[in-house]
Nanobody, 119 residues
């Protein structure tokens, strides 16, 4: 089992910034692809926001590229998402996710954290 715990959500004005963090065991980053996903409305599918693969490569949704940055804080064992120039359409519940292989094989999710951007 992989325990993931998000923090850092909240409310902000459009144009502002927030930083989300996801606490995870250090070994997870070696055997899992880590990502941030979001659900913008109840019943809507969760969409990929950003991906950090175990080899260090990153990927971003077109809607956030240039505004969001995904990174790993190795000292704190967190997956971070720095969100700048926030827009009202970024309002969503953000989830940390791990897609793992080997002995950890499986997909794991955090409980989610709400981000609300007021226009």
């Amino acid at each position: 089992q992989v325990q993931l715990a998000e923090s850092g959500g909240g409310s902000v004005q459009a144009g502002g910034s927030l930083k989300l963090s996801c606490a995870a065991p250090g070994y997870v980053f070696r055997t899992c692809d880590m990502s941030w996903k979001r659900r913008q409305a109840p019943g809507k599918e969760r969409e990929l926001v950003s991906l950090l693969k175990s080899d260090g490569t990153t990927r971003y949704a077109d809607s956030v590229r240039g505004r969001f940055t995904i990174s790993q804080d190795k000292a704190k064992n967190t997956l971070d998402l720095q969100m700048n120039s926030l827009k009202s359409e970024d309002t969503a519940v953000y989830y940390c996710a791990a897609d793992c292989w080997g002995t950890l094989e499986g997909n794991y999710w955090g409980q989610g954290t709400q981000v609300t951007v007021a226009s």
